[in-house]
């Protein structure tokens, strides 16, 4: 059997899921009907969701100033689709709206099943894509000048998405890594997330990353791997991501050891703009 990256789960994160740091909302709590909308936090983040229809493969990856944040934003099923639910974020409706994909309903009826009685509907950011590529995405209308810049960018069988973005620049820079690196699934998606971070990525800070990944023949995620605290989230991701032995990676150079960081000269957080 293959090694599952599982990732450092730290205690500092275990008391916040553990109700400690009061109203963390675990993407392990039970889920009821789509319209009830639990209260939650702000996940602001930015984030990446793919599918690779020739193989089967589907995954996510995500970084934000939010602990643990790459076990409640993403959710992928295999030979399903995907869904980041982010901003004003709502972990209980991920593995819903996957029953929905399963049932054969469109990315945008998904979306608009989520939305439709929701009061706080302009205040979320969600990304939907299912297996055979097709995706939609709601931003966040009435984010805060705290949560801008905010955006989103759709390409051949992948969604990049943010809030409380350093600028655009992190959102085109997830997409063109995505695009052009070499490798396998796994190791694109880690690229893009490297990418935007190098391009700056969450504008308050870099506590928390993650990735997942879900294959058709495999139960539950194939791939996993998180930090969830961290001075230096995404850059502590990749590294371990290096040292991590999995046949999900290919032969990006990126995720090779020894490792070392793509963006040194990398731009320092700094609050929005009135």
Not at 92 to 97: S, Y
Request: with cysteine.
């Amino acid at each position: 059997m293959h090694r599952i990256a599982k990732g450092w789960f730290l205690t500092w994160a275990l008391y916040h899921l553990a109700g400690g740091g009061g109203g963390f909302v675990s993407a392990e709590q039970p889920v009821g009907d789509l319209h009830q909308v639990p209260s939650g936090e702000i996940s602001a983040t930015f984030s990446i969701v793919a599918v690779d229809p020739d193989s089967g493969l589907v995954g996510m990856a995500v970084a934000s100033k939010y602990p643990a944040v790459g076990r409640v934003v993403g959710y992928v099923r295999a030979g399903v689709g995907g869904i980041c639910t982010q901003h004003h974020h709502v972990p209980a409706w991920g593995e819903p709206a996957l029953d929905r994909l399963a049932e054969g309903q469109p990315p945008e009826q998904v979306i608009a099943d989520l939305l439709r009685d929701d009061p706080g509907r302009e205040l979320r950011q969600l990304a939907v894509i299912d297996m055979a590529g097709r995706t939609a995405i709601h931003n966040p209308t009435q984010a805060p000048v705290a949560s801008r810049y905010w955006a989103a960018m759709t390409g051949r069988f992948y969604c990049c998405q943010g809030n409380t973005l350093q600028g655009r620049e992190v959102i085109t820079e997830m997409a063109r890594a995505y695009e052009e690196t070499s490798g396998s699934f796994t190791d694109r998606l880690m690229a893009a997330l490297v990418a935007g971070d190098c391009a700056g990525g969450d504008h308050r800070g870099r506590l928390a990353a993650g990735i997942r990944v879900a294959k058709s023949d495999q139960p539950g995620y194939w791939f996993e791997l998180y930090v969830d605290q961290s001075d230096d989230a995404v850059m502590e991701l990749a590294a371990a991501y290096a040292q991590t032995e999995h046949e999900a990676k290919g032969d990006w150079p990126g995720g090779k050891p020894p490792f070392t960081s793509p963006c040194p000269n990398r731009p320092e957080n700094r609050p929005p703009q009135e």
